[in-house]
């Protein structure tokens, strides 16, 4: 897979697929717990958008899809667990550069579990 340079040119499909994997190691559910432990009293760690080009250097595109469903089955299983109502997804986070941010915004895994 070549290195990532956002803005210059179209992602391939191995480099979406690991930015969909990096994204649910260390974005989707680490930042629905910081929300639901800490509220808007500590931001989340600041996403690093070619994080994922290191961890999925030599793996091929089968191999990316299988680790990303593997790790999206667990993250709707984490948080189908953590049993979510109403006024849960209408907490607040702190994004580190866009500010309070909800559960319920267009970036949460909660819209996936909502419509599976």
Same mark, same amino acid.
């Given at each position: 897979?070549?290195?990532? %340079? ?29 929300? @639901? %432990?800490f509220g ?9 958008? &070619? ?24 993250? @709707?299983? %984490? ?9 849960? !997804? &209408? ?21 996936? !579990?909502?419509?599976?």
């Amino acid at each position: 897979m070549d290195v990532l %340079q956002e803005g210059k040119g179209p992602w391939s499909p191995s480099e979406v697929v690991a930015h969909l994997i990096y994204g649910e190691r260390r974005d989707w559910i680490p930042r629905t717990k910081i929300i @639901l %432990q800490f509220g808007e009293t500590r931001k989340f760690e600041p996403f690093d958008r &070619a994080g994922h080009v290191r961890e999925s250097q030599g793996k091929s595109l089968p191999r990316l899809l299988d680790e990303f469903a593997r790790l999206r089955a667990k993250s @709707l299983d %984490q948080l189908r667990a953590m049993n979510l109502g109403a006024e849960d !997804l &209408a907490r607040h986070g702190r994004h580190p550069a866009f500010g309070p941010v909800t559960l319920r915004g267009p970036q949460r895994l909660t819209n996936a !579990l909502l419509s599976n």
